[in-house]
T-cell receptor, first 114, second 113 residues
């Protein structure tokens, strides 16, 4: 059973481009969480999704950021028109249910905006 | 809203010495507490967790943490560290009815020979 898979591992974008980050949860996990880790800071919650539904997006910036978790395929975190302040490590975690006791994290995507 | 404070951003420690990483959380009726470890260039791995029951929880690699409700703390300790314990450690909390973890700012542990 592979762990939570995130790709790409590193992503470089120029200001104004789009960034698409992918997360394949562990087998049997239907709950996905996205967190962002800014330099020298802890992880900050962004969004919580369950297959085809956004449950809690209270941590998502109001503009340029969106997330989806379709019935088939990975969860996608999409950042449009990236700015330098978007440079961070983005972590995905998955769980078989909403209890958070069995949460597993991926290795993250390091986004660098030039 | 839940908040988690890790008082020490960096803790240098010599090999085989003890270490304590402090974590305090905002009071809640019921709370679950976690410690995660992040080795260089890797994702987070669960170290240990407190859900209920015994207030002292242990990990398989010698770490332990004690839930102290009166002091709203969940400090992490290891009596004798190894070089391989060099990593960043994150404390996290969630209310029993919550659906997201709140993380502390992290404590970077550097074990020196």
């Amino acid at each position: 059973n592979a762990g939570v898979m995130q790709n790409p591992r590193h992503l470089v974008r120029r200001r104004g481009q789009e960034a698409r980050l992918r997360c394949s949860p562990m087998k049997g996990h239907s709950h996905v969480y996205w967190y962002r880790q800014l330099p020298e800071e802890g992880l900050k919650f962004m969004v919580y999704l369950q297959k085809e539904n956004i449950i809690d997006e209270s941590g998502m910036p109001k503009e340029r950021f969106s997330a989806e978790f379709p019935k088939e395929g990975p969860s996608i975190l999409r950042i449009q028109q990236v700015v330098r302040g978007d440079s961070a490590a983005y972590f995905c975690a998955s769980s078989p249910d909403r209890s958070l006791e069995k949460l597993f994290f991926g290795s993250g995507t390091q986004l660098s905006v030039l | 809203a839940q908040s988690v404070t890790q008082l020490d951003s960096q803790v240098p420690v010599f090999e085989e010495a003890p270490v304590e990483l402090r974590c305090n959380y905002s009071s809640s009726v019921s709370v679950y507490l976690f410690w995660y470890v992040q080795y260089p260039n890797q994702g987070l791995q669960l170290l240990l967790k407190y859900l209920s029951g015994s207030t002292l929880v242990e990990s398989i690699n010698g770490f332990e943490a004690e839930f102290n409700k009166s002091q709203t703390s969940f400090h992490l300790r290891k009596p004798s560290v190894h070089i391989s314990d060099t990593a960043e450690y994150f404390c996290a909390a969630v209310g029993a009815a919550g659906n997201k973890l709140t993380f502390g700012g992290g404590t970077r542990v550097l074990v020196k020979p």
